[in-house]
């Protein structure tokens, strides 16, 4: 099953785009295979300012997010999770504003929940002045979000509800550009379908996301990214009851014409669907030397 990703985005570096009422949209320079263009901030509000995911640390990106608030007090900064692309801003920005710090704090993960403690691609230093969890409300003078906690590409990861507009800021769960790395043991598969089925439930009209362009049909969106998703577990059981025996032997037929500029992430969401697969007790799975090394076999 082929998915329609959308790729056209149009924005410059340093300008803000208006995305909707009271909702503008700066690019941070990062962009990259596993960023695309770049780190999406939002600026939410329009007396007072929420930012949400400063992005990467950058003295350019910093002097437009201050030049786009156009005086107006950025009161808090909200990150949608600790990776490094979304959270190496803050303490710079935090300093320029004396805002105050949102997330779900990574210490108040219970080991169940996962997490990659030795990953350089996590902000583990980061430490948010509040800890927000599932269905808190984070409010300022004229806006108002809902915490999603949407665990799957990270496990502290949060989706963000507008209040009284059926818009979500979908961080790195749902992009319209690529489907999300789910890079074992940072990211889980179960709880990234869990969290796209908790997202079937509600009936928003857009999605914001941390990377990429808007998502203006959002629950077909999730539905073509769930059946996405049991359709390539399905072409893992098929390759394994062929003889595919390791990870590396499934890749090439899993993804195949795979740019190698991210065949370490495609290798990883490799892994996220084994595990799953073998959670469900479908396969069992017999570590090697490294990820790639893993062996697999049909139950």
């Given amino acids: ?5 959308k790729t056209d985005m149009h924005f410059s570096y340093g300008i803000p785009t208006v995305m909707a009422d009271g909702i ?19 600026l939410v509000g329009t007396r007072s300012l929420a930012v949400i995911d400063p992005g990467p640390e950058s003295a350019v990106h910093r002097d437009a997010i201050l030049a786009a608030a156009n005086g107006r007090p950025i009161t808090h900064i909200i990150t949608t999770h600790a990776h490094r692309d979304h959270t190496d801003g803050i303490n710079a920005l935090v300093a320029a504003t004396g805002a105050r710090t949102f997330a779900f704090r990574r210490a108040q993960l219970t080991p169940e929940q996962g997490g990659d403690p030795h990953a350089e691609f996590v902000g583990h230093d980061f430490m ?16 108002a979000l809902t915490a999603l906690h949407t665990p ?5 990861h949060l ?25 074992p043991p940072e990211g889980r598969m179960s709880d990234y379908l869990r969290s796209l089925e908790r997202l079937l439930t509600r009936n928003d009209a857009l999605f914001l996301p941390g990377h990429g362009g808007r998502i203006e049909e959002p629950k077909r969106a999730v539905k073509a990214y769930l059946l996405h998703r049991k ?46 697969l073998a959670e469900r007790e479908l396969i069992t799975v017999s570590d090697g030397s490294s990820i790639a090394d893993c062996e697999v076999r049909p139950l």
Wanted: proline share 5%.
């Fill in 231 to 276: 359709w390539r577990e399905q072409a893992i059981l098929e390759a394994i009851r062929k003889g595919a025996s390791s990870a590396r032997a499934l890749l090439p037929i899993i993804y195949r014409d795979l740019d190698p500029a991210v065949m370490g992430a495609a290798m990883m969401s490799l892994r996220a669907h084994i595990d799953h």
């Fill in 128 to 143: 948010a002045d509040v800890h927000v969890a599932d269905n808190d409300r984070i409010a300022g003078e004229d806006w």
């Fill in 159 to 183: 989706c963000l509800a507008m209040e009284n507009q059926p818009i979500v800021f979908s961080g790195d769960h749902v992009m319209a550009w690529n489907t999300s790395v789910i890079a």
């Fill in 24 to 42: 503008a949209r700066l690019v941070a320079p990062n962009a990259g295979p596993l960023t695309f263009k770049g780190t999406n901030t939002y």
């Fill in 152 to 156: 799957g590409h990270a496990p502290d």
């Fill in 1 to 5: 099953m082929a998915l329609n990703f």
